[in-house]
Nanobody
């Protein structure tokens, strides 16, 4: 039974930083891909970063150079370090897990739960 719990969101000033965390359980964590998605009001949910089981990372162009995804297999945690934040980064952030070719939270699913909200504002 897979469970994902996000934390670390909050209010931050433009140019500031936040570190999001995602705790995973119920899976062979070391062999899965982990990803971070975000969804802003009126916009589609988008994949912003992913880290494969071997450590290779991928980023959306909008966050490349500012965000860093990482993982700690011993703790079954994945993190998203967000630097140089701007108002366009304001969104609800969700983590996701992919085993093989299948995401645990379906990319076209209507409801991914609560996530963790990031608000970038002065």
């Amino acid at each position: 039974q897979v469970q994902l719990v996000e934390s670390g969101g909050g209010l931050v000033q433009p140019g500031g930083s936040l570190r999001l965390s995602c705790a995973a359980s119920g899976t062979h964590f070391s062999v899965v891909t982990m990803g971070w998605y975000r969804q802003a009001p009126g916009k589609q949910r988008e994949l912003v970063a992913a880290i494969l089981s071997g450590g290779r990372t991928n980023y959306a162009d909008s966050v490349k150079g500012r965000f860093t995804i990482s993982r700690d297999n011993a703790k079954k945690m994945t993190y998203l370090q967000m630097n140089s934040l701007n108002s366009e980064d304001s969104a609800v952030y969700y983590c996701n897990l992919k085993y093989g070719s299948t995401w645990f939270r379906r990319p076209d699913g209507a409801d991914w739960g609560q996530g963790t909200q990031v608000i970038v504002s002065s």
